[in-house]
C-alpha cells in the first residue's frame, strides 16, 4: 500500500520567526536556510549590504556572519499584518553585540504559507538612528 504523503501546514508564521532567531543564535545555517521557501525568488538584503536573491547567495551570505558564532539578536516590538496565504513582520532586533545608545535595529519579515508550513520569502533589516523607541507606533507619515 503505498504511503500518503502528509503536508505540513502545521504551525504558524510566528513559529517560523521564533525558529529563525533561534538558528540565528545558535549559529546553526543548515536550520536557518530549512526556514526559506524553496522559491528562488526569495530575498535577503543586511544592514547597509547589496540585495541578495536566491538560495546560494543568502546561503554564503549567512555562512560568512555566522563562521564566528550565534548573533544573539532578540526580536521585539513585533507588528503583524497578515491574512491566510501570508504574513509581514516587522520588528526592532535588540543584539547584546552591537548594542549602541544612538542606533538600533529594524527588521521585515515577510513569510508564506506553502505546502512544508510557513517559510521566509523576505528578511530586510536596516539601521535606524537612534535609541530603541519604547513605543511601537510611528509619528511619520510618508
Known amino acids: 500500500m503505498p504511503t500518503k504523503r502528509v503536508k505540513q ?17 545558535r549559529a546553526d545555517l543548515d536550520a536557518l536556510m ?7 525568488e526569495i530575498v535577503c538584503i543586511h544592514p547597509g549590504g547589496p540585495r541578495l536573491i536566491g538560495h546560494a547567495a543568502i546561503r554564503a551570505s549567512w555562512a560568512a556572519i555566522l563562521e564566528h558564532g550565534g548573533l544573539h539578536i532578540v ?11 501570508s504574513s509581514v513582520h516587522t520588528v526592532v532586533e535588540i543584539s547584546s553585540v552591537a548594542q549602541q545608545d544612538d542606533i538600533h535595529l529594524l527588521a521585515s519579515n515577510v513569510y508564506v504559507k506553502t505546502p512544508r508550513g510557513w517559510r521566509i520569502v523576505l528578511h530586510h ?4 538612528p537612534g535609541p530603541v523607541p519604547t513605543e511601537a507606533r510611528s509619528q511619520i507619515l510618508h
Open 125 to 128: 533589516v536596516s539601521i535606524a
Open 9 to 25: 501546514l502545521n504551525g504558524s508564521a510566528a513559529e517560523t520567526e521564533v525558529a529563525f532567531y533561534d538558528a540565528l543564535n
Open 34 to 40: 530549512a526556514l526559506w521557501a524553496e522559491d528562488d
Open 75 to 85: 526580536p521585539i516590538q513585533l507588528h503583524e499584518t497578515h491574512n491566510l496565504m
